[in-house]
């Protein structure tokens, strides 16, 4: 059970320079820095995956990423891809109204997109851009996801490639030392 003075009369200040504000009320968000923090936080997001499953987008949320996507078969016509980018499309539009009205920040130019397909395949995917709101993002080569690298054919090449590059770089430091 949570306590409600967890929740109740949070207030904030800045101090810089040894110099400290006038502390204020906070009327939203979810206080930082504690075992619960993270579980309200949870709480608060929870429709963001609902939203995901009306639109028929899978997704996976980590802390306060979401990751969002869909399949489709590779067609001579590209039917299927943009259907499936018109379904991404107004689940990113429908995550964004929520999260304004709920006074969370969509973070835009962090959003990037792959699409991803077998080397072997003879038809490729367009490389047309998905449209998000206001903007749009073109398909990458890569994306780093969690720390990982992935490139447009899951191959991980560019991810070993990224390992080895830091370990001889490692490796060389070591050698100067010695």
Same mark, same amino acid.
């Given at each position: ?8 009369y949070l207030f904030q200040?800045f101090?810089?320079?040894g ?15 504690s ?16 939203i ?14 979401e ?8 067609v ?5 891809q ?6 991404v499309?107004n689940c990113?539009s *429908? ?32 490389n047309?851009?998905l ?5 749009s993002?073109?398909?990458? *080569?890569?994306?780093?996801n969690?720390?990982?690298t992935?490139?447009?054919?899951l ?7 990224k390992v ?7 490796l060389?430091?070591?050698v100067?030392?010695?």
């Amino acid at each position: 059970m949570i306590r409600s003075a967890y929740l109740s009369y949070l207030f904030q200040s800045f101090s810089i320079a040894g110099v400290t504000s006038v502390a204020v009320l906070l009327l939203y968000g979810v206080p930082q820095g504690s075992v619960l923090g993270p579980i309200v936080f949870t709480l608060y997001n929870s429709p963001i995956h609902s939203i995901s499953l009306k639109h028929g987008v899978s997704d996976h949320l980590y802390a306060d990423d979401e990751q969002i996507y869909v399949s489709f078969p590779l067609v001579p016509d590209h039917s299927a891809q943009s259907r499936a980018y018109s379904m991404v499309s107004n689940c990113v539009s *429908e995550t964004q109204a929520w999260m304004s009205d709920n006074l969370i920040q969509f973070n835009g130019p962090k959003s990037d997109a792959l699409v991803c397909y077998s080397k072997t395949s003879r038809l490729k995917p367009t490389n047309f851009p998905l449209v998000l709101g206001d903007a749009s993002i073109s398909p990458s *080569e890569t994306v780093l996801n969690l720390g990982v690298t992935l490139d447009t054919h899951l191959s991980m090449q560019k991810q070993i490639g990224k390992v080895c590059s830091t370990a001889f770089y490692k490796l060389g430091k070591i050698v100067k030392i010695r």
